[in-house]
């Protein structure tokens, strides 16, 4: 195993970070290594908002959930799909006529794998610097009051936060499911037994993590996960945004 796979098969996310501030060195290598990631047609359709100010960041920890590493972290990055760019560099420029390109269902994707990509390249950079990350999709709990909060203009959209700082904790690796269950072969397979195989993998996982208080396997934190808040007004906000439109 050689030192870059290693770090990867080391990932945990952390919820816990010391006060210890990041150099602006190290954001700027973070943020670099982020923008080297493979970008559709070199595109690069996302913007990163770095939150600096502690009223922001409380607002924002309030609208993900109350999650206080939001406000505690050292760094929080919130991550966008970002067309907003490319139609001032095409459209807005008069490069070429008005039209509701930016607007399809492709160019969300585009946007948002793009974004995905960056994001896991700079998680990863930070990673290799000794940093923890945690990714938060809980900003998108309240979709609109986070895009009014950060004055994001039409055809951007918040995807999800990160947290970085140093760790203060060391959490057990979360298992994953078995190699066999998500790579098929030619055609796609069903084999529940994978499933079950890594429900009892992740009961003993959660018993252990939670010295022994919960007790839940991975098909129940789904069901749960499916039936709890379905933040179902992202694709309204979307709409709104002049984004994933058709
Ligand atoms: C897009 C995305 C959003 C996430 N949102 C949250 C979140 O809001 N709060 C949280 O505590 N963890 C969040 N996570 C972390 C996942 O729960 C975590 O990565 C997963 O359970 C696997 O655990 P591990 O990263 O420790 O291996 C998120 C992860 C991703 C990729």
Redesign the pocket.
């Known amino acids: 195993m050689n030192d870059t796979i290693k770090l990867l098969m080391e990932?945990?996310?952390i919820?816990k970070y010391a006060d210890t501030p990041l150099t602006s060195d190290q954001l700027h290598t973070i943020i670099a290594a982020g923008q080297q990631a493979s970008t559709s047609s070199n595109m690069q359709a996302y913007s990163i908002i770095r939150i600096t100010d502690k009223t922001i960041r409380q607002e924002l920890m309030k609208l993900?959930?109350q999650?206080q590493?939001v406000e505690e972290a050292p760094e929080f990055l919130v991550w966008c799909a970002d067309l907003s760019r490319i139609h001032h560099a095409t459209i807005g420029a008069k490069l070429i006529a008005p039209n509701d390109h930016l607007e399809l269902a492709e160019h969300f994707i585009i946007a948002a794998v793009d974004a995905?990509l960056a994001a896991q390249n700079s998680a990863v950079a930070a990673e290799s610097m000794g940093l923890g990350i945690?990714?938060?999709?809980?900003?998108r709990n309240h979709i609109h009051q986070v895009a009014e909060l950060l004055q994001l203009p039409r055809y951007v959209a918040p995807?999800?936060?990160m947290c970085i700082g140093y760790p203060l904790e060391q959490?057990i690796?979360?298992p994953?499911l078995p190699i066999a269950a998500v790579l098929h072969e030619n055609h796609y397979t069903s084999n529940d037994s994978h499933v079950a195989q890594y429900n009892d993998r992740m009961a003993a996982y959660v018993f252990d993590r939670s010295g022994g208080r919960q007790q839940f396997n991975w098909s129940e934190a789904m069901a749960k996960r499916l039936e709890g808040k379905q933040r179902d007004d992202v694709l309204t906000f979307l709409h709104k945004q002049n984004l994933l439109k058709k």
């Open positions: 990932h945990s996310s919820r993900s959930g999650q590493h995905a945690l990714y938060v999709g809980g900003i995807l999800f936060g959490p690796l979360r994953r």
